[in-house]
T-cell receptor
């Protein structure tokens, strides 16, 4: 079945540690995204990538880094510079070019807790 | 001002009720509009797109008012399974692929 796989689903981290969240898709989508969701807040865009080897900052990129070496993969690293990393992280992809399509396909999310 | 504003609710309605959610957007250059549904502690999923002429999908009706910059979602004959958070989502004209703005969601609970 095609879809987006995120791992791990739950992650605990000590302050000062970097952590990398995995996102893999087999939908053959060009574009991939990372969003963060906090309780009572809308999703906020961290980074996005439209093609391999290219990515752009979203609205809250500080303290995060990404890479896009393969079309299928878009890992997110939460660095120790991120002040409030505890959140629900959602990876998404979108396949159709142009400006009319709005459907994002999401992974099941990774819930990060910093102790 | 936030790009997309929604009443967070919660809305608590009995089965069979009709319930409506509204959402406003601040950028007049917004082009495409959507409603996503998110179950508790799960990922969002597209419920329906919103077209200028309004559109219906079974018990769900979406409306767009560009002049007033608001979008609505009407759910008729509510079911227990409709309990979820409904996210209003907007895409700006000319923005890059998939660059969406999400409201914080309206929580709906349908009780028996």
């Amino acid at each position: 079945d095609g879809g987006i796989t995120q791992s791990p689903k739950y992650l605990f981290r000590k302050e000062g540690q970097n952590v990398t969240l995995s996102c893999e898709q087999n939908l053959n989508h060009d574009a991939m995204y990372w969003y963060r969701q906090d309780p009572g807040q809308g999703l906020r865009l961290i980074y996005y990538s439209q093609i391999v080897n290219d990515f752009q900052k979203g609205d809250i990129a500080e303290g995060y880094s990404v890479s896009r070496e393969k079309k299928e993969s878009f890992p997110l690293t939460v660095t120790s510079a991120q002040k409030n990393p505890t959140a629900f992280y959602l990876c998404a992809s979108s396949g159709s070019p142009g400006y009319g399509t709005g459907e994002l396909f999401f992974g099941e999310g990774s819930r990060l807790t910093v102790l | 001002r936030k790009e997309v504003e929604q009443d967070p609710g919660p809305f608590n309605v009995p089965e069979g009720a009709t319930v409506a959610f509204n959402c406003t957007y601040s950028n007049s250059a917004s082009q495409s509009f959507f409603w996503y549904r998110q179950d508790c502690r799960k990922e969002p999923k597209l419920l329906m797109s919103v077209y200028s002429s309004g559109n219906e999908d079974g018990r769900f009706t979406a409306q767009l008012n560009r002049a007033s910059q608001y979008i609505s979602l009407l759910i008729r004959d509510s079911k227990l399974s409709d309990s979820a958070t409904y996210l209003c989502v907007v895409k700006r004209r000319g923005s890059t692929l998939g660059r969406l703005y999400f409201g914080r969601g309206t929580q709906l609970t349908v009780w028996p």
